[in-house]
Nanobody
């Protein structure tokens, strides 16, 4: 099972930006879908963004126009660029690839 390690979380003020990275233990050029999920305290984990092998992306409505997912096959990395962050984006962000590989999560806190 592929191992995933996230990085790039932290504390940022509203309106700020963060870039999350997910490093995979093997080539992601064979992984059909890579995705970012998030889970806020007391809430269910939700899909934030996904990207297929062919580059087709899908976003949660509330992050459209603010977040961008991309994959760099040669570096076995998936990134999530998050701009104009809002307090409601505060959550633990997880990298995921089917059928069941999850990273350990990285905390994103948006607060003034």
């Amino acid at each position: 099972q592929v191992q995933l390690v996230e990085s790039g979380g932290g504390l940022v003020q509203p309106g700020g930006s963060l870039r999350l990275s997910c490093a995979a233990s093997e080539s992601i050029s064979r992984l059909f879908v890579m995705a970012w999920y998030r889970q806020a305290p007391g809430k269910q984990r939700e899909l934030v963004a996904s990207i297929s092998l062919g580059g087709v992306t899908n976003y949660l409505d509330s992050v459209k126009g603010r977040f961008t997912i991309s994959r760099v096959n040669g570096k076995n990395t998936v990134t999530l660029q998050m701009n104009n962050l809002k307090p409601e984006d505060t959550a633990v962000y997880y990298c995921y690839t089917p059928p069941g590989s999850w990273g350990q999560g990285t905390q994103v806190t948006v607060s003034s």
